[in-house]
């Protein structure tokens, strides 16, 4: 039993434990995989509700915002007229 033995049987164990590491990891992947994509779709489904609510608050918070603007815009020339200025805009 020389020295290339060894090396042999290192190099033969080594090759058994990369496949078996391998099959370990790709065996852990798959179950990753299983666990994680139902855990994504609702992750998908409630950034989409998430988005339209954002939204949907974006369009009011621009209509009350336009609102209170007409609202000053309106009370600004009514006391105007009552100062007896008139309306001075072109």
């Keep these: ?50 988005y339209e609510t954002s939204t949907l608050v974006q369009e009011v918070v621009k209509l009350l915002i336009r609102g209170i603007g007409q609202g000053f815009q309106w009370l600004g020339k009514g006391l105007r007229k009552e100062n007896g200025r008139g309306e001075t805009d072109g």
């Design 1 to 50: 039993m020389g020295i290339e033995w060894f090396r042999d049987l290192s190099i033969a164990v080594l090759a058994l434990e990369t496949t078996a590491l391998l099959i370990l990891a790709a065996i852990l992947v798959y179950l990753l995989n299983r666990t994680i994509r139902p855990i994504l779709s609702r992750v998908k489904a409630v950034s989409a509700i998430a």
